[in-house]
């Protein structure tokens, strides 16, 4: 798989956002990404049926489609990779491989996992960013260790996923309840700076204040992400394993067809001049 992975790694780099982006377009995408589990109870949500047939049958499926299908979704794409490698089909294989590495780690966000998913529910809005975006951007490089060893074969997908979506909802209100616990004791002009991103000077975060609330929860951030690496690698060579194994060396420099690079336009397009198309997330 190597030889496949290394030779394509700036395709999977730039177009594992294309779920994203897909968002602006149709609004069935949305949910997805994320699941409201605390929707469902209290940890660990028994009330909710991990089996998707099982789970239409008692709460309906426009019911489960409004408070997210992120940990089925995972499922669904992974039969879609494996069909891919199955077929031997080239851009079929990146493609699925970019978004199931997406939803994978959609699905390893505490607040992915919580119907207060930008702290709309308690007067934090903005910490969904400051988790997702702003944490990883500060310290990732040069304090985070993304080494997590060899991919292993998940006999268990479903399983595998659904104890990551718990981890998530677990955790989810320590990523609330902290940033509060700090917004009140750390200064109050100290919190924010105005840094230059883009040509654009912008509003965000400090960093002091960035570096104190990653201390405060403990690496669970590094944590998510090392996690979240592991399993985008690991549901890659699952589906590979179900396909049979197949000999990818004579695929790794293929290119793309006409009509998937107009796909990939298109979608550009109505990204960059579009909507977000259902529930914004930050």
């Known amino acids: 798989m190597m030889i496949f992975y290394k030779n394509n790694i700036d395709f999977i780099t730039e177009h594992a956002i294309d779920p994203d982006k897909r968002r602006y377009a149709i609004v069935a995408e949305g949910p997805r990404h994320y699941i409201d589990i605390d929707k469902y109870g209290k940890y660990p949500y028994e009330s909710l049926p991990h089996k998707w047939n099982d789970a239409i049958a008692k709460f309906g499926e426009d019911s489960l489609i409004a408070h997210g299908i992120v940990p089925w979704h995972v499922q669904t794409m992974l039969g879609r990779l494996t069909k891919s490698f199955k077929e031997k089909n080239f851009s079929s294989i990146l493609k699925n491989s970019a978004e199931l590495g997406h939803y994978i780690s959609d699905a390893h966000v505490p607040l992915h996992a919580s119907s207060s998913h930008n702290g709309q529910n308690s007067d934090q809005k903005g910490i969904h960013g400051f988790w997702e975006s702003r944490v990883p951007e500060l310290l990732a490089d040069k304090n985070f260790d993304f080494f997590i060893g060899k991919a292993e074969y998940i006999k268990d997908p479903g399983k595998f996923i659904w104890d990551r979506v718990l981890e998530s909802g677990l955790a989810a209100d320590s990523v609330l309840q902290f940033e509060k616990e700090l917004s009140l004791k750390f200064p109050g002009d100290k919190k924010y700076a ?79 001049s579009g909507k977000i198309r259902g529930r914004e997330h930050e």
């Open 194 to 272: 105005f840094e230059k991103r883009n040509n654009d000077v912008i509003k965000q975060y400090s960093s002091a204040y960035t570096i104190a609330y990653n201390k405060m929860l403990n690496g669970m951030i590094e944590r998510r992400m090392r996690q979240s690496v592991f399993a985008v690698a690991s549901f890659w060579y699952t589906a590979w394993v179900n396909a049979g194994q197949p000999d990818l060396s004579t695929l790794s420099r293929q290119s793309f067809s006409e009509s998937d690079l107009k796909e990939f336009e298109e979608l550009n397009d109505q990204w960059q």
